[in-house]
T-cell receptor, first 108, second 114 residues
Framework: EDQVTQSPEALRLQEGESSSLNCSYT??????LFWYRQDPGKGPEFLFT???AGEEKEKERLKATLTKKESFLHITAPKPEDSATYLC?????????FGGGTRLMVKP | EADIYQTPRYLVIGTGKKITLECSQT?????MYWYQQDPGMELHLIHY???????EKGDLSSESTVSRIRTEHFPLTLESARPSHTSQYLC?????????????FGSGTRLTVV
Protein backbone atom coordinates (compact mmCIF):
# COMPACT_ATOMS: atom_id res chain seq x y z
CA GLU A 1 0.00 0.00 0.00
CA ASP A 2 1.29 3.44 -0.94
CA GLN A 3 2.27 5.60 2.01
CA VAL A 4 3.35 9.21 2.31
CA THR A 5 4.64 10.64 5.60
CA GLN A 6 5.54 14.28 6.15
CA SER A 7 7.62 15.73 8.94
CA PRO A 8 7.55 17.77 10.98
CA GLU A 9 3.80 18.25 11.43
CA ALA A 10 4.38 21.89 12.32
CA LEU A 11 7.37 24.18 11.98
CA ARG A 12 7.87 27.66 13.37
CA LEU A 13 10.63 29.80 11.86
CA GLN A 14 11.81 33.31 12.27
CA GLU A 15 11.87 35.37 9.12
CA GLY A 16 15.13 34.61 7.31
CA GLU A 17 15.70 31.31 9.12
CA SER A 18 16.17 28.63 6.44
CA SER A 19 14.93 25.08 6.96
CA SER A 20 13.70 21.93 5.21
CA LEU A 21 10.47 19.95 5.15
CA ASN A 22 10.57 16.19 4.65
CA CYS A 23 8.31 13.89 2.64
CA SER A 24 9.01 10.15 2.90
CA TYR A 25 7.19 7.81 0.57
CA THR A 26 6.66 4.12 -0.05
CA UNK A 27 5.28 3.35 -3.49
CA UNK A 28 5.73 0.60 -6.03
CA UNK A 29 7.15 2.36 -9.05
CA UNK A 30 7.38 6.11 -8.54
CA UNK A 31 5.47 8.02 -11.22
CA UNK A 32 6.17 11.46 -9.84
CA LEU A 33 6.14 13.34 -6.56
CA PHE A 34 4.06 16.47 -6.18
CA TRP A 35 4.35 19.40 -3.80
CA TYR A 36 1.42 21.70 -3.05
CA ARG A 37 0.92 24.78 -0.93
CA GLN A 38 -2.38 25.25 0.91
CA ASP A 39 -3.48 28.49 2.55
CA PRO A 40 -6.18 28.37 5.26
CA GLY A 41 -9.65 27.94 3.83
CA LYS A 42 -8.42 27.43 0.26
CA GLY A 43 -7.66 24.54 -2.06
CA PRO A 44 -4.09 23.29 -2.48
CA GLU A 45 -2.03 25.12 -5.10
CA PHE A 46 0.46 23.21 -7.23
CA LEU A 47 4.16 23.97 -6.67
CA PHE A 48 6.39 21.28 -8.19
CA THR A 49 6.50 17.87 -9.81
CA UNK A 50 9.63 15.72 -9.53
CA UNK A 51 10.02 12.53 -11.53
CA UNK A 52 13.44 11.05 -10.85
CA ALA A 53 16.02 10.80 -8.07
CA GLY A 54 18.45 13.70 -8.20
CA GLU A 55 15.96 16.05 -9.81
CA GLU A 56 15.58 19.55 -8.36
CA LYS A 57 13.04 22.30 -8.98
CA GLU A 58 13.11 25.89 -7.72
CA LYS A 59 10.59 28.65 -7.33
CA GLU A 60 11.50 31.84 -5.53
CA ARG A 61 12.59 30.82 -2.01
CA LEU A 62 11.55 27.18 -2.43
CA LYS A 63 13.60 24.30 -3.78
CA ALA A 64 12.33 20.73 -4.00
CA THR A 65 14.67 17.75 -4.24
CA LEU A 66 14.03 14.04 -4.69
CA THR A 67 15.80 10.84 -3.67
CA LYS A 68 14.64 7.24 -4.05
CA LYS A 69 12.94 7.30 -0.64
CA GLU A 70 12.12 10.92 0.16
CA SER A 71 11.75 14.46 -1.01
CA PHE A 72 12.75 17.68 0.68
CA LEU A 73 11.28 21.12 0.33
CA HIS A 74 14.00 23.60 1.22
CA ILE A 75 12.94 27.08 2.23
CA THR A 76 15.67 29.70 2.02
CA ALA A 77 15.32 32.95 3.98
CA PRO A 78 11.56 32.55 4.43
CA LYS A 79 9.17 35.47 4.72
CA PRO A 80 5.87 35.64 6.65
CA GLU A 81 3.98 35.21 3.36
CA ASP A 82 5.49 31.72 3.06
CA SER A 83 3.34 30.65 6.02
CA ALA A 84 1.03 27.87 4.82
CA THR A 85 0.58 24.12 4.91
CA TYR A 86 2.80 22.26 2.46
CA LEU A 87 1.54 18.94 1.12
CA CYS A 88 3.33 16.27 -0.85
CA UNK A 89 1.67 13.49 -2.83
CA UNK A 90 2.51 10.51 -5.02
CA UNK A 91 0.41 8.77 -7.68
CA UNK A 92 -1.01 5.44 -6.57
CA UNK A 93 -3.23 3.71 -9.05
CA UNK A 94 -5.39 6.37 -10.63
CA UNK A 95 -5.21 8.91 -7.83
CA UNK A 96 -2.78 10.81 -5.66
CA UNK A 97 -1.92 9.69 -2.13
CA PHE A 98 -1.35 12.76 0.05
CA GLY A 99 0.76 13.17 3.13
CA GLY A 100 -0.60 14.82 6.25
CA GLY A 101 1.16 18.10 5.48
CA THR A 102 3.58 20.36 7.32
CA ARG A 103 2.12 23.53 8.78
CA LEU A 104 4.75 26.26 8.40
CA MET A 105 4.59 29.49 10.38
CA VAL A 106 7.12 32.23 9.65
CA LYS A 107 7.24 35.02 12.21
CA PRO A 108 8.53 38.50 11.36
CA GLU B 1 -4.84 30.00 -13.59
CA ALA B 2 -7.11 27.31 -12.14
CA ASP B 3 -10.07 26.40 -14.34
CA ILE B 4 -12.08 24.53 -11.76
CA TYR B 5 -14.91 26.26 -9.98
CA GLN B 6 -16.81 25.43 -6.83
CA THR B 7 -20.02 27.04 -5.67
CA PRO B 8 -21.11 28.16 -3.22
CA ARG B 9 -17.93 29.34 -1.51
CA TYR B 10 -19.65 29.34 1.88
CA LEU B 11 -22.92 27.72 2.96
CA VAL B 12 -24.75 27.73 6.28
CA ILE B 13 -27.76 25.44 6.31
CA GLY B 14 -30.15 23.87 8.79
CA THR B 15 -30.19 20.23 9.82
CA GLY B 16 -32.23 17.99 7.54
CA LYS B 17 -31.92 20.15 4.44
CA LYS B 18 -30.87 18.73 1.08
CA ILE B 19 -27.87 20.46 -0.46
CA THR B 20 -25.82 20.18 -3.63
CA LEU B 21 -22.28 21.43 -3.89
CA GLU B 22 -21.31 22.32 -7.43
CA CYS B 23 -17.98 21.63 -9.13
CA SER B 24 -17.20 22.43 -12.75
CA GLN B 25 -13.98 22.33 -14.75
CA THR B 26 -13.20 23.65 -18.22
CA UNK B 27 -10.02 21.65 -18.86
CA UNK B 28 -11.68 18.55 -20.28
CA UNK B 29 -10.22 16.36 -17.55
CA UNK B 30 -11.67 12.86 -17.28
CA UNK B 31 -10.77 12.34 -13.63
CA MET B 32 -12.48 14.28 -10.87
CA TYR B 33 -12.37 13.96 -7.09
CA TRP B 34 -14.11 15.19 -3.95
CA TYR B 35 -12.17 15.62 -0.71
CA GLN B 36 -13.34 16.50 2.78
CA GLN B 37 -11.00 18.46 5.00
CA ASP B 38 -11.48 19.74 8.55
CA PRO B 39 -9.40 22.80 9.60
CA GLY B 40 -5.76 21.87 10.07
CA MET B 41 -6.42 18.26 9.20
CA GLU B 42 -5.62 15.88 6.35
CA LEU B 43 -7.41 15.59 3.03
CA HIS B 44 -9.84 12.67 2.94
CA LEU B 45 -11.04 11.31 -0.39
CA ILE B 46 -14.82 10.78 -0.35
CA HIS B 47 -15.72 10.28 -4.04
CA TYR B 48 -14.02 10.06 -7.41
CA UNK B 49 -14.88 9.63 -11.05
CA UNK B 50 -12.82 8.44 -14.00
CA UNK B 51 -15.25 9.73 -16.59
CA UNK B 52 -18.89 10.16 -17.55
CA UNK B 53 -21.21 7.72 -15.76
CA UNK B 54 -18.31 6.51 -13.58
CA UNK B 55 -18.39 7.20 -9.82
CA GLU B 56 -16.73 5.45 -6.89
CA LYS B 57 -16.61 5.92 -3.14
CA GLY B 58 -13.33 6.98 -1.61
CA ASP B 59 -11.47 6.00 1.52
CA LEU B 60 -13.61 8.03 3.91
CA SER B 61 -17.15 6.85 4.43
CA SER B 62 -19.54 9.60 3.47
CA GLU B 63 -23.32 9.96 3.41
CA SER B 64 -23.05 12.11 0.31
CA THR B 65 -23.63 11.02 -3.29
CA VAL B 66 -22.19 12.22 -6.58
CA SER B 67 -23.08 12.09 -10.25
CA ARG B 68 -21.10 12.52 -13.47
CA ILE B 69 -23.43 13.10 -16.38
CA ARG B 70 -21.12 15.53 -18.17
CA THR B 71 -17.35 15.56 -18.28
CA GLU B 72 -17.12 19.08 -16.90
CA HIS B 73 -19.59 18.73 -14.02
CA PHE B 74 -19.25 16.69 -10.79
CA PRO B 75 -21.82 17.74 -8.17
CA LEU B 76 -21.94 16.38 -4.62
CA THR B 77 -25.29 15.99 -2.85
CA LEU B 78 -26.23 15.57 0.79
CA GLU B 79 -29.84 14.36 1.05
CA SER B 80 -30.19 15.34 4.71
CA ALA B 81 -27.52 17.57 6.19
CA ARG B 82 -26.34 17.00 9.77
CA PRO B 83 -23.97 18.99 12.01
CA SER B 84 -21.38 16.20 11.54
CA HIS B 85 -21.22 17.21 7.85
CA THR B 86 -19.74 20.57 8.80
CA SER B 87 -16.41 20.72 6.99
CA GLN B 88 -14.61 22.06 3.93
CA TYR B 89 -15.27 20.22 0.68
CA LEU B 90 -12.65 20.40 -2.06
CA CYS B 91 -13.10 19.35 -5.68
CA UNK B 92 -10.17 18.46 -7.93
CA UNK B 93 -9.58 17.24 -11.45
CA UNK B 94 -6.71 15.74 -13.38
CA UNK B 95 -5.75 14.48 -16.80
CA UNK B 96 -3.33 11.64 -16.22
CA UNK B 97 -2.59 11.21 -12.50
CA UNK B 98 1.16 11.35 -13.03
CA UNK B 99 1.09 14.24 -15.47
CA UNK B 100 2.88 17.46 -14.56
CA UNK B 101 0.73 19.48 -12.21
CA UNK B 102 -1.10 16.45 -10.84
CA UNK B 103 -4.47 17.66 -9.60
CA UNK B 104 -6.00 21.07 -10.05
CA PHE B 105 -8.06 22.02 -7.02
CA GLY B 106 -11.01 24.32 -6.66
CA SER B 107 -11.21 26.94 -3.92
CA GLY B 108 -13.51 24.77 -1.83
CA THR B 109 -16.95 25.06 -0.20
CA ARG B 110 -17.03 25.71 3.52
CA LEU B 111 -20.20 24.02 4.80
CA THR B 112 -21.71 24.69 8.20
CA VAL B 113 -24.77 22.73 9.30
CA VAL B 114 -26.61 24.22 12.28
Amino acid sequence: EDQVTQSPEALRLQEGESSSLNCSYTVSGLRGLFWYRQDPGKGPEFLFTLYSAGEEKEKERLKATLTKKESFLHITAPKPEDSATYLCAVPGGNMLTFGGGTRLMVKP
Amino acid sequence: EADIYQTPRYLVIGTGKKITLECSQTMGHDKMYWYQQDPGMELHLIHYSYGVNSTEKGDLSSESTVSRIRTEHFPLTLESARPSHTSQYLCASSELVGSPGGYTFGSGTRLTVV
